[in-house]
């Protein structure tokens, strides 16, 4: 298949995100978990913008073993700054840019056609003469007059650069345009260039555009992570990427990318920036892999291709999410019951099941807490098999916690004692000697449910005991017995559910 080469400019054009500031370690720290993802380019900096900037392009070029870039305008002393800011670089790449555009050239650059090519001939030799990779990008290329775009690229390739990319830079142009375009100038230079595109989100085109380039003939393509950038942003390469991946079949490409490492890449970059992900943003938002509507639950747990066109895990995300509200079935309802630990005959479910929606009409998410309150209060009425009766704890900073715990069952009393790493673990191995059989405590919380120095505590714990988890509360003003009661109660909640008993 032919490979894409992917150029990632999150530490360039995603920093001119308006309000964006990355710190130099901030940059270092995304420049690596690119480097991990697989990504081809790392375009670092502009480092002409300022010392700063130059500095962190410096550090990225330095500590990467990936193709490190640096964004210069068609001028000397930006192409010189570049070269001293990258040279470092196990792989160094000089990217050399002016706008081609009518509009940009009388407008901003004050420079007519000659002096454009003159300034690309001259800037463009000049990087070549510097590094061995050189790519040029002719800004504002889809509202330029493409005989003039094809001088421009001519140009370039004549002195050395061996990607010419073409920029959407306002996310003008429309894909069927943008395939036209594209094959015309792979026509005119993809034996002797890499053809590459640099779309931006403006009309929300940049993905499609991207791909219409592809089917085009582009070998190159450039995007952010997240799709951050100026105005709307760039091309999202997450979805370009999964787009690739997922329809293999119709672009007969592919990439150098872990898609596994997709999701977490994504995280820590919406954390370092600031810019959150939408719930509903394509590949990576948290309600891609989450289903509420009970027709679309009962199809995904049934078989999760019949809503999901790609698994969670091929983007690094750990499972598909089932959402229970006011549309959820009867089918996710049950299955999340289980999951939970609890198996209802038809009578209860219903009972259940009729309570849930009650619930739902009136909050839009039911958390598992919901659930299980559910059907604690509503089908459950469990017998205390084990009682608690007495405990002593012995605790301090010089040796283990020890804790002597007495339980009553069916008459019994039986005590036993252990050791733990403090008083309430010390308590807990004691009442596993009781009750037998494996009960790892999963999550333990405390808070206090009334104010005053005698406030009552309320313990509420997490045990797993046969793959599946059970909880507990229990409330005192002392918080050890409340987190004792907490523990015993779980115990007897989850044989209850099940109508075991242990014949102690």
């Given at each position: ?26 940059k270092l720290e995304i420049a690596q978990r690119l480097e991990r993802l ?467």
């Open positions: 298949m032919k490979k894409i080469t992917i150029l990632d400019t999150t530490l360039r054009d995603g920093e001119q995100t308006p309000g964006l500031v990355l710190s130099a370690s901030g697989g990504i081809d380019i790392i375009e670092a900096g502009f480092p002409a913008s300022s010392q700063e900037e130059s500095d962190a392009v410096r550090q990225i070029a330095a500590s990467s073993l990936a193709c490190v870039a640096a964004l210069c305008r068609a001028s000397e002393g930006d192409v010189i700054k570049g070269w001293e800011a990258i040279q470092a670089a196990e792989s160094p790449r000089l990217h050399v840019f002016i706008a081609t555009s009518e509009l940009h050239m009388a407008h901003k650059l004050h420079m007519g056609k000659s002096e454009v090519l003159d300034a690309i001939r001259s800037s463009v030799s000049l990087a070549a003469s510097l590094a061995s990779d050189v790519e040029f990008s002719c800004e504002d290329a889809t509202r330029s007059d493409p005989d003039f775009l094809e001088e421009a690229f001519a140009a370039a390739a004549s002195c050395g650069a061996s990607t010419l990319n073409i920029a959407d830079t306002v996310g003008f142009i429309m894909p069927e345009e943008f395939e036209r375009l594209v094959e015309r100038m792979v026509a005119s230079f993809g034996s002797s260039a890499a053809i590459g595109v640099h779309c931006h989100n403006d009309l929300g085109l940049a993905v499609a555009n991207t791909l219409a380039a592809i089917r085009a003939g582009a070998s190159h393509i450039e995007g952010t992570i997240n799709g951050i950038g100026e105005r709307a942003g760039n091309c999202p390469l997450e979805e370009a990427i999964m787009a690739l991946e997922v329809r293999k079949d119709y672009y007969q490409v592919q990439t150098n990318i872990n898609t596994k490492a997709i999701y977490r890449t994504s995280q820590r970059v919406a954390e370092l920036t600031g810019i959150p992900i939408p719930a509903v943003k394509a590949v990576i938002g948290e309600n891609v892999f989450a289903h509420e509507s009970g027709i679309h639950q009962h199809g995904v747990l049934s078989n999760p291709l019949t809503y999901e066109i790609m698994t969670p895990q091929s983007i690094g995300k750990d499972r598909s999410t089932i959402i229970l509200g006011k549309l959820s079935g009867r089918h996710a309802f049950s299955d999340r019951l289980e999951q939970l630990g609890y198996k209802l005959n038809e009578n209860m479910l219903n009972k259940a099941f009729d309570e849930f929606k009650a619930i739902a009409s009136k909050k839009s998410v039911i958390a598992d807490e919901d659930l299980e309150a559910i059907v604690w209060s509503q089908m459950v009425s469990p017998l205390e098999e084990y009682k608690l009766e007495t405990f002593q704890i012995n605790s301090s900073n010089i040796m283990k916690a020890m804790a002597s715990i007495t339980i009553s069952c069916n008459g019994r009393h039986i005590t036993e004692a252990a050791t733990g790493s403090g008083p309430i673990d010390a308590a807990y191995n004691a009442i596993m000697k009781i009750v037998g059989g494996e009960w790892p405590l999963e999550s333990y919380s405390l808070k206090a449910v009334t104010e005053g120095m005698d406030a009552l505590g309320e313990a509420t714990v997490k045990v797993r005991h046969d793959g599946r988890l059970n909880t507990g509360k229990g409330l005192s003003t002392d918080i050890i017995e409340a987190s004792i009661l907490a523990y015993i109660n779980a115990i007897n909640r989850t044989l209850a559910v099940r109508n075991e008993t242990t014949g102690c």
